[in-house]
């Protein structure tokens, strides 16, 4: 008895599972073909017309975001009480009003000598401390309270007249939260 390659094996095990997908009865088919062809042709809906695209104007850029600590209503009434805002133009600037106010993280908060000073990274990768007094950012920022997280600062910027100058209040949070 001599046995028979794989390959042959192979091809019978094939040929004997497709015989058995082979029958003649499409009947079941052949009733639902009928069934549909029966049903008359629906119409088709003609495509949608396109509406073009309405540009939306975003307004409230100069608006506070809604993600950065709200302003409490003493610090309001405080800005408000401030007759004549102008800024100081003969004050000898400090070393952190050379970068925006954006680029200023919040790193951490130390104490010594019973006063709290938080301690502020600048872009270059330099730390300073600074306290309730100091100034920062390039729109005349000076910091008007302290806490554990926050620094809150008010700058003085120009409302887009002559001589016309308007308080912003800011905050720089503590990074990482």
Same mark, same amino acid.
């Given at each position: 008895m *001599?046995?028979?390659?794989?390959k042959?094996?192979l091809?019978?095990?094939?040929?004997?599972? =497709? $015989?058995a997908c082979?029958g003649?009865d499409?009947?079941?088919l052949? /009733?639902?073909? !009928? %069934?549909?062809r029966a049903h008359? #042709? $629906?119409?088709i809906a003609?495509?949608p /017309?396109?509406?073009?695209?309405?540009?939306?104007a975003?307004?409230a /850029?100069?608006?506070?975001?809604?993600f950065?600590?709200?302003?409490?209503v &003493?610090e309001?009434?405080? =800005?408000?009480?401030v007759a004549a805002?102008?800024?100081?133009?003969n004050r000898? @600037?400090?070393? =952190?009003?050379?970068f *925006?106010?954006?680029?200023?993280?919040m790193v #951490?908060t =130390? %104490?010594r %000598?019973?006063?709290n000073? /938080?301690?502020? @990274?600048?872009?270059? $990768? #330099?730390?300073? &401390?600074?306290?309730v007094g100091?100034?920062?950012g390039?729109h005349? #920022? @000076?910091i008007v309270?302290?806490g !554990?997280?926050?620094?809150a600062?008010?700058?003085i910027v120009?409302?887009g007249? @002559? !001589?016309g100058w308007v %308080?912003r209040p800011? *905050?720089?949070?503590?990074? $990482?939260?």
């Amino acid at each position: 008895m *001599t046995f028979m390659p794989r390959k042959v094996w192979l091809a019978l095990l094939c040929s004997v599972a =497709l $015989g058995a997908c082979s029958g003649g009865d499409f009947s079941d088919l052949d /009733t639902f073909m !009928d %069934e549909k062809r029966a049903h008359p #042709g $629906g119409i088709i809906a003609p495509i949608p /017309t396109f509406k073009a695209y309405e540009a939306f104007a975003y307004s409230a /850029t100069a608006l506070r975001s809604p993600f950065d600590r709200p302003i409490e209503v &003493r610090e309001i009434t405080q =800005l408000q009480a401030v007759a004549a805002i102008k800024p100081d133009e003969n004050r000898v @600037k400090e070393f =952190l009003e050379q970068f *925006t106010f954006d680029s200023l993280r919040m790193v #951490g908060t =130390l %104490e010594r %000598e019973e006063t709290n000073w /938080t301690l502020i @990274k600048d872009p270059e $990768g #330099g730390v300073h &401390r600074v306290k309730v007094g100091n100034f920062l950012g390039r729109h005349h #920022g @000076k910091i008007v309270d302290m806490g !554990d997280t926050f620094v809150a600062v008010v700058e003085i910027v120009s409302d887009g007249t @002559k !001589d016309g100058w308007v %308080e912003r209040p800011r *905050t720089i949070k503590l990074s $990482g939260l």
